[in-house]
């Protein structure tokens, strides 16, 4: 995809498959802030040298990344559930186990800062709360049709949580 349009889009943006909104339209400042939360994933990703973490910090942006798709493509075509986003779900879970598994955790609270690392895995853990905080807002509804992505950002945090206890 090009990134010049050629349209002028001075306030607006098309969602994916569907209708023109303004730029500070609900959807497009949960993407955004989704978006952001995949490049400080990023970020850590080139710092963090554990193989493990690498593989799966790479496979949480893919995640993102389909969860912004769907975000934004379920708004003029909704589907009753997310297969994809459920089978992400599911390897999330497993990597909280696996890495809850191999933490030991302090029985005091602890300071981010200890490491670098440590402290980018801190902020991500922040940002993932916020995040979810957004999604609760937009996309929460009574019939539970985002309720796998909103479990999902709900489950990224804990394991963000845990991986900062580990490299700290």
């Known amino acids: 995809m090009p990134?010049?349009?050629?349209?002028?889009?001075?306030?607006?943006?098309?969602?994916?498959g569907?209708?023109?909104?303004?730029?500070?339209?609900?959807?497009?400042?949960?993407?955004g802030e989704i978006d952001e939360l995949a490049g400080w994933i990023g970020i850590a990703r080139s710092e963090i040298s554990d193989s493990s973490i690498l593989e799966m910090l790479e496979a949480v942006q893919s995640h993102l990344s389909t969860i912004?798709?769907?975000?934004?493509a379920s708004q003029s075509n909704p589907q009753p559930t997310f297969p994809e986003i459920i089978q992400d779900l599911n390897s999330l879970e497993s990597w909280i186990t696996k890495f809850e598994n191999e933490t030991n955790f302090p029985h005091v609270f602890i300071q981010a800062g200890a490491s670098r690392n440590g402290a980018l895995l801190n902020l991500i853990r922040a940002i993932s709360r916020r995040v979810e905080r957004k999604a609760v807002a937009v996309l929460y509804s009574e019939d539970?049709?985002?309720s796998s992505i909103l479990t999902y950002l709900n489950r990224l945090s804990t394991l963000f949580y845990i991986l900062w206890v580990r490299v700290e």
């Open 3 to 16: 990134a010049n349009s050629g349209k002028r889009n001075i306030g607006y943006t098309d969602l994916f």
């Open 18 to 31: 569907g209708p023109r909104v303004r730029k500070d339209h609900p959807i497009i400042e949960l993407v």
């Open 68 to 72: 912004m798709a769907v975000i934004s």
């Open 144 to 146: 539970e049709h985002y």
